[in-house]
């Protein structure tokens, strides 16, 4: 009896040892998130036979998790960043991307992203996502209302406002409440049913059909409890997620984030990206993520400072929560404060949300100390010194802008507790298969690998360095790079 084939993602299996083509397409796309479901529209549209293959019954991934709000800008801005007063030039959106993106970003990437934000914006329009006209200022990590325009990233913190005039750039859906990611994915998802667009769900991915040389042919599949044999006439694309399920791959790739309890995602298992690079795909920036303990609103927190188990300051507290996080997570110990007085502490919804607590009270900033049990005069020389010179109006330690600096003088105090090994850290990844602006698949030495695409967390795209990271760049970059994606894909050939 002939042993039955066994497969692999992590290697591909040759072309000449599959039995028969139980599907066939121009286009195959992987994963039916917002990366996914871009890519196959435009694949459609410009007149490929596109099949969309999804793990799961449904549509909406970790796209559908998400609040929804899409990082846009440039061009002056946007109809509702321009009607809130905000004039956003290209170039500044360009530097900020640039800036957000770490040491190793992508310029080529974040050029075409810039320079096709505001069009993107009018094509998400046109799909049926509707965008209210409205603003809100204050410090706040999704709204709870259908109002749009956030600000959403570091943009008005050191050291990004120094390079990149500020604006608001995170666009959130006309959605009533939080989680207006389901609401753009069924957008999306009418759009592809429209299209014509086969879908297979229930259906994993086993392995790639590569020739043997360097182009790839379609996907092993198991559907319906069976092994399933899927062509692609031109491109497979990858659409996958990230790994931040993977616990293996995460312990192998990026160990720190372990130390986040609470991973974000659906499938999110490296599916996508053990794919690739079994087809020569480079994997790059694979020990960056994302993480955050959502610690505002209210903004009067933000006037707070975090210390650690030394007692010391270590972040300019004004910048974008996950990046504080990021800061966090990176500290030596899992102890954690954010100190308050009576005038700026507001504990509220988020903060019973992400299981913080006071952890020390007292009329003196000393009082605090002894209860914390930290060495004599740490905790309280550092606020010593932030008072002078926040009574000031500076902060030149750590470049806190203005508006946010208030002498914490007022009892009594406060030290909320957020231990990293008891609060809510959530995270995700952000490294994944090397690729192009057109979402072609490159290996080691950049060239593209024949037939084998890639968009969304399966690629390492415009949110690549935890520390920059700003709410809404995910989507942004997997709706704007799976239309690229797509349209390459469909008009491609080996």
Same mark, same amino acid.
């Not at 917002?34 to 970790?62: D, K, N, W």
């Not at 075409?112 to 998400?124: I, P, T, V």
């Not at 409205?134 to 990004?160: H, Q």
């Not at 939080?178 to 999306?188: A, S």
């Given at each position: ?38 890519? *196959? ?13 999804? +793990? ?69 329009? *046109?799909?049926?996502?509707e965008y209210k006209n409205s603003y809100i200022a204050e410090r706040c990590i999704e709204p709870s209302t259908d109002d749009c325009l956030i600000w959403s ?5 050191? &050291? ?12 959130? &859906? ?88 609470? &991973? ?43 210390? %650690? ?6 972040? %300019? ?8 996080? %990021? ?16 005038? =700026? ?41 932030? %008072? ?40 995700? =990844?952000?490294?994944?298969?090397? +690729? ?11 060239? &593209? ?24 760049? +995910?989507?942004?970059?997997? =709706? ?8 390459? *894909? ?5």
């Amino acid at each position: 009896m002939t042993e039955p084939l066994r497969y692999s993602q992590s290697r591909p299996a040759a072309l000449t040892q599959v039995p028969r083509w139980d599907y066939e397409a121009d286009i195959i796309v992987l994963g039916f998130g917002a990366a996914g479901a871009c890519t *196959a529209l435009e694949a459609a549209r410009a007149g490929a036979r596109v099949l969309l293959v999804e +793990s799961a019954a449904g549509s909406g991934g970790t796209s559908a998790l998400s609040g929804g709000e899409i990082y846009l800008g440039g061009g002056g801005g946007t109809p509702i960043q321009r009607a809130a007063g905000f004039e956003d030039a290209t170039e500044d959106l360009y530097r900020y991307l640039l800036m957000v993106g770490g040491p190793n970003a992508d310029a080529a990437k974040a050029r075409r992203y810039a320079d096709g934000s505001l069009a993107h914006f009018e094509w998400l329009s *046109a799909q049926g996502i509707e965008y209210k006209n409205s603003y809100i200022a204050e410090r706040c990590i999704e709204p709870s209302t259908d109002d749009c325009l956030i600000w959403s990233g570091s943009e008005e913190a050191w &050291p990004f406002v120094a390079q990149a005039k500020p604006a608001p750039r995170g666009h959130c &859906p006309k959605f009533l409440g939080m989680g207006g990611g389901r609401y753009v994915m069924d957008v999306l998802t009418r759009r592809v049913v429209e299209a014509g667009v086969q879908v297979l769900y229930n259906a994993r991915a086993l392995a790639l059909v590569t020739d043997g040389a360097r182009d790839v042919h379609g996907l092993v599949l198991r559907s319906e409890g069976a092994e399933r044999f899927a062509r692609a006439r031109r491109a497979v694309v990858l659409c996958a997620g990230g790994f931040v399920m993977n616990r293996d791959m995460v312990r192998q790739h990026a160990p720190f984030l372990l130390r986040s309890q609470f &991973p974000l995602g659906t499938v999110d298992d490296g599916s996508g990206i053990l794919l690739g690079a079994s087809a020569g795909g480079a994997m790059m920036n694979m020990s960056e993520g994302f993480v955050t303990i959502p610690w505002y609103p209210p903004g009067s927190m933000v006037k707070g400072i975090f210390v %650690n188990d030394r007692g010391q300051r270590f972040i %300019n507290e004004d910048c974008y929560h996950g990046r504080v996080s %990021n800061y966090i997570l990176r500290q030596g110990g899992d102890r954690i404060w954010l100190l308050q007085d009576h005038a =700026t502490f507001a504990m509220g919804e988020m903060q019973t949300l992400a299981k913080m607590e006071i952890g020390a009270a007292g009329e003196t900033w000393e009082e605090v100390e002894r209860e914390l049990q930290l060495p004599e005069d740490s905790l309280a020389a550092t606020v010593r010194l932030y %008072n002078h010179y926040a009574a000031q109006g500076t902060d030149p330690l750590f470049h806190k802008a203005a508006k946010w600096l208030k002498p914490l003088n007022e009892p009594p105090y406060v030290a909320i507790d957020c231990r990293i090994d008891h609060c809510f850290y959530a995270s995700f =990844t952000l490294g994944g298969l090397d +690729s192009l602006p057109t979402g072609e698949v490159v290996d080691a030495d950049r060239q &593209p690998i024949g037939g084998l695409f890639a968009a969304g967390r399966t690629t390492c795209g415009l949110p690549r360095w935890g520390e920059g990271y700003s709410s809404g760049l +995910s989507l942004a970059d997997a =709706t704007f790079f799976g239309r690229e994606a797509g349209r390459r *894909a469909a008009t491609s050939s080996r």
